[in-house]
C-alpha cells in the first residue's frame, strides 16, 4: 500500500470509527519541521497519550472533544504532532477548483495546503462530504458520503 492509500483508509477508519457525533477531520502529513500558516486553537492542549493514532484521531474528531476543529497534523511516518491547527494556506496560483461538487473551508484548505512545499498530502473526511485527498494542490482521491 502506498503513503495515499494508508492515508485514505487512515481518514475512512476516523469517519467510520467515530459514529454519530463526528466532527469531521482535517489532517496534514508533513515534516514538523515545515513552517506553515497554523495558529494552534488550543496552545495548552496535550497530545493524546498512550493510543495508536487512529484511536487518538477518532477521540479528539467527535463533537464532545475540545480538540475537533481545525486540523491535525502528521508526520510522514503518521505520528501525530500537532492538534486543533487554524489551517489558512494561501491560494496557489493555476489552482483548479471542483466547482460542481459541495465543499467547504476545510476541504479548500486542504487542497491548498497540500500546494505547499513540505507538505506530502492533506485529506477531509466528513459525513456530508465524504473523503477527499489532495497532493500537489491537487484532489487525487474523493469518495462521496
Known sequence: ??????????????????GA????VGLLVCDPDVELPVLPMRPMAELPEGEDVVESLVSISRTGSDLHDGFHLLTNQYQLFAVAQYFSPPIPENVVVNV??????R??????????????LSGIATRAQGV??????????YESA
Do not use: T, W
Request: no cysteine; proline share 0%.
Open 1 to 18: 500500500m502506498d503513503m495515499a492509500e494508508e492515508f485514505v483508509h487512515l481518514l475512512r477508519q476516523i469517519k467510520n470509527m467515530a
Open 21 to 24: 457525533d463526528f466532527s469531521g
Open 100 to 105: 460542481n461538487r459541495k465543499f467547504g473551508g
Open 107 to 120: 476541504y479548500l484548505a486542504a487542497q491548498f495546503g497540500s500546494a505547499i512545499k513540505g507538505v506530502k
Open 132 to 141: 477527499a485527498v489532495f497532493q500537489n494542490g491537487v484532489e487525487i482521491y
